[in-house]
């Protein structure tokens, strides 16, 4: 399944939503397109049921994934977190009756490291949402080890295999199934931008003709070895993400 | 751009294997093994009897204890050498520099290939992806700036997936992962590593060589070496079924006792075995050559069904072949080559751990002052 991470972006007007679209009709007009999003509001606003419900009603054949709250993953409050995982967790009951739910998506920071105190925090979270689809996306190559792969295997978790920049201290080019689904994330190649830069320009970048072919084979591969695979776009400047996205599931559906 | 290296690693290839002949085994635990044998070991499990806790080297009686339903297979030589040849073929559609470690391993040489199929990671995508539709094998693959580091990251990820290691990351990746990644970390220097409280690789690599050699011996800094991600080695096209390892002696005076055959033997074993553990390997076959005065010469070729590895048995092979081929008249020169050469499966567990580990300290000694600095009294026979 492909899709782009997030789908409400004002810049997108244009170059892929219709000309005067409302942002309430995003949605809709996304689905006419994609079966799947990821969405990251859920980053900067605690999601809630009725709105997760509104959104699965836009088009039954829409399947999510939600980004987990930055108070989960970015600012961690060790005594309020449990409290603000529930809150979160019961956000996705619609989804969840649906089975629309595809993934909860857990990206961490560079800042989050492989240390003592954060491997029991993740394993605090990852155990107290049990049983959901859940998804680890980390920043920091520490944790790109044998001891995370193994854990992640005992749990059923997903990692996320990520596309780049290539840049020193970013994640490898890792792709290891270690959950029923695989969860493939491509946030563009734009090095010159990556640090120090503003998000939307970090995540400016045109995937080309070439290396979409070479992420077609990453996604087919994954897709061999696993009965769900899940690929998002996040280079989500003026309509990027799309763009690539489209032809992405060109290249796989031809 | 540096050089590139790809790795294919087919984890416990013995058993991964089987399910291509009989899709069913992919439900039951099983390993494969002699159960005919004196002391039946576990050559290979497949992943579900990994799951229980069963791994290769472990004795069968132990591993039923562990599950009572375990299958116990044979092996299938026909089988493992036609998957080889499959694997050999796959892969030199990517490349023809290949070295064919046997048993599921494979390097790569990608450098220079860019052009023809991307990045090395993207070569190692296609190679993967092109092993799971030809040959329904899931793998490990990896790409990396040499060998000792591509195969580290396969084991990262095993049993299937792919990584890359940056060029100029290496430290860094190989700094996290757990030291019983690192090849030549057995048993023995996995407990000493436990006791200094070394579980990772990066922890190895910050020794100082004093410390290195207290703790580990004389392999503290070959493993200190390989903690920092150092291997020169290039990629062997040849496979190690097609490289030989041989050490021959000359006689000052042409020998005719013997004693003195027998010494130069041993003289000439003490050399090629030194190499062949160096390298980490065993072999199946020892040939010898006898160079007589009157200018002929005979070979005579013994072959191992188990493995051989250390001196005295690699001396009983080669003596009984000398034996076959003796005849009177004086020698000027001895021969010892060994063929058939394979990755060393690692320690012997009948092997006493004393023999073991006198050839180890041996092996150190002529690695540290040349191959004179420590001979059995034996080989002083020979002038």
Redesign the interface.
Known sequence: MVGTSGYSYNDWVGPFYPKGTPSEQFLERYGEYFTTVELNFSYYRMPTADQLRAMGEVNSSLSFTLKAHQSLTHKIVPAEWRSEAQTFRRALEPLLKANTLKALLLQFPYSFHYEVEQRRYLDALLHYWEGLPLAVEFRHTQWYNNRTIEALRERQVALVALDLPNLTNLPPHIDVVTAPFAYLRLHGRNKENWWGSDVASRYDYLYSPKELLSIAERARTLAATTPLTLVYFNNHRGGQAVQNALSLKELLDG | MGSAVIHINLPNFQAAILPLIEPSLHDYPYVIAHPSANRPIVISSSSRAIKEGIVAGMSLSRAFARLPKLKVLPPNPHLAAKVEHSLLEIASHFTPTIQNDSQGHLYLDVSGTSRLF?PP??CG??V??AL??ELNL?VAVASATNKLVAKIAT???KP???????E??ES??LA???SS?LPGVGPKIGALLQIASLTTIGEIATLSDVEATTLLGRRGLALKEAALGIDPSLVDPRSLRERTLEERVDFAQSALSFDEIRGGLLRAIEGVGLSLRRENLECYSVETHLFYDDGKWCSERINSKSPLKGDEELLEAAWRGCEKILRRGRINSIAVKLTNLAPSSGGDLFTPPLKASVEAVADSTRVRYGGAGLRRATTLFYG
């Open positions: 991307g990671i993207d995508v296609k993967r992806r799971l539709e899931e084991r990262t990820i299937e997936g792919i990584i890359e290691v940056r100029g990351e860094p990746f996290v992962q757990d990644l």
